[in-house]
């Protein structure tokens, strides 16, 4: 049976990109947007045929933060939420799964995002996005919990709070922050062409803070997109256009076949956890979510070829668990259940 890797509340020394090892809490700080996902009642219909929708909280750095705290790792989440009966749901969601919610915010002039989100029966997700402008996309700088960021050990986002001011700027301060203080910088692609003006605005706003980051996340389809038609399976590929002299991590998910690993000194794939999908939504935040809860307590976690194995084989059982329920949050899965799974896949 693989070895469940540990997470705690540990002290430990972070990759501090300043140069010198700075103390820090395995807080794991997750920036960026949080929203009521629809899913249909029934899968695998397109958003036009779903006879009813069910809400599920979602946004992919909330799922990440919960993901977190349900595997006993320690998670923040700072973003924004209007002054609605969403808002104040997803607030509360975050507080019964012991995410600190106190970076949130919430706006009196805008509502809280909607998503709808189906699995079609040919196997592609298909996204309807209500957020215009949402208040996730108009939280401001003045408005960031400065010390919470400076607590953490990992700071997490992705590319959707990079679409609109004043979000953007709020973003790039944030990571400012973060960086200076000493966090690991952690990003997930999370790309969603249809909130975009264009292609190239998505490209070129993704790849704007690429070189900053000590880990990333990414999808095949993205890499595709990213490099415009590259071969995602190429390791050529991966490491002369996406792997910068500063990263720490590459992992590239291949959804349920597993996923890749590149570092500085070696490279390699760790398969998938085979189980029946009933909803994949989530499940990217939830590998994710179980990559960062051990690389919180082990900060050099990709030193350690063995170790980052068993840590990716532990996050993949996370990405499979979440779909075989529907929904981002509620399906994200506990140790237990982790330890389970991957006992019976020994």
Known sequence: MAKIPSSDGSKNLSMNSNGGPEAKTSLVVCFGEMLIDFVPTVSG?????????QKAPGGAPANVAVGISRLGGSSAFIGKVGDDEFGHMLSDILKQNKVNNSGMRFDQKARTALAFVTLR??????????????????????ELDVNLIKQASIFHYGSISLI?????STH???MAIAKKSGSILSYDVNLRI??????DAARDGIMSIWNQADVIKVSEDEITFLTR???????????NKLFHPNLKLLLVSEGPDGCRYY???????????????VDTTGAGDAFVGGILS???????????????REALLFANACGALTVTKKGAIPAMPTRDEIQKILKSNS
């Open 121 to 142: 029966a040919d196997g592609e997700r298909e996204f309807m996005f209500f957020r215009n402008p949402s208040a996730d996309m108009l939280l401001r700088e003045s």
């Open 194 to 199: 249809p909130l975009w003006p264009s292609e």
């Open 172 to 174: 790039l301060a944030a």
């Open 164 to 168: 609109e001011e004043p979000c953007k």
């Open 45 to 53: 219909v397109s958003l036009a045929e779903a006879p009813a929708f």
């Open 229 to 239: 038609g590259a071969d995602p399976y190429d390791d050529n590929v991966v490491l």
């Open 263 to 277: 570092t500085q000194k070696f490279k390699g794939r760790v398969p998938g956890v085979k189980v029946k999908a």
């Open 294 to 308: 051990v690389l919180a307590s082990d900060t050099n976690l990709y030193k350690d070829e063995k170790k980052l």
